[in-house]
């Protein structure tokens, strides 16, 4: 077991914010050791730790050197990614990894539901339903978070519920292809802003 390192917390936790920061860094990085993974993105080094023992027993990470308490490295081992399928980062659920890259259907709901949005440009609650196979109440409170947001402007409809009345709303501001998510606190996450400034940070 590696030395524990100590590091500022993100507000990431052991979330899919986390893992998705975490995989980006593999992405950037193709060579590197947890603590600089740490100490990059700001995260708790359990978490760190979790998920590259992960993706290495999951074959997505090679071993390049050994940790080695009495070495020249600084008792860190390092790795290689060997499988970069992607932008989505895989999931370890229940001791097996699920990776969305390759298999759509392991993509969360919410990703799934802003790719409707970005493939529409123009949508109401019940075409999307229709579209992903979702909660229509789920989905119109994901689109009410995005609008009051900035991502997308109300064009008719109202909230009163009766037939043919649902909001129909149009995406204006497209960041990119990963889903903005609302956090437990209720703030706004959007990946693919955070995501410019970590690629910049790690290749400093």
């Avoid at 100590?6 to 507000?11: D, I, K, L, N």
């Avoid at 978490?47 to 290495?56: C, G, K, N, P, R």
């Avoid at 940790?67 to 097996?96: H, I, M, Q, W």
């Avoid at 959007?190 to 910049?200: A, E, G, S, V, Y």
């Amino acid at each position: 077991m590696q030395a524990a390192i100590e590091a500022p917390q993100r507000r990431y936790g052991k979330t899919a914010e986390a893992k998705l920061l975490i995989w980006t860094a593999m992405r950037v990085l193709r060579e590197f050791e947890a603590p600089q993974l740490i100490q990059k993105l700001e995260l708790g080094d359990r978490t760190v730790y979790d998920y590259v023992q992960a993706l290495l027993n999951a074959g997505y990470l090679s071993v390049l050197a050994e940790y080695a308490p009495k070495g020249e490295r600084g008792n860190c081992a390092r790795y290689r990614l060997e499988s970069d399928t992607g932008l989505y980062p895989p999931r370890p659920v229940k001791g097996v990894v699920r990776d969305p890259n390759l298999h759509p259907e392991f993509r969360d709901k919410r990703e799934r539901l802003w790719q409707a949005i970005r493939q529409l440009r123009v949508m109401d609650s019940a075409q999307l339903a229709t579209l992903t196979g979702q909660n229509q109440g789920a989905i119109s409170r994901y689109l009410k978070f995005l609008s009051d947001e900035g991502y997308l402007a109300i064009l008719s409809g109202n909230a009163s519920g009766k037939a043919g009345s649902w909001i129909t709303y149009r995406l204006v501001r497209e960041t990119g292809p990963l889903a903005p998510m609302k956090r437990r606190d209720g703030t706004l996450y959007d990946p693919n802003l955070d995501l410019k400034d970590i690629k910049r940070r790690l290749l400093k």
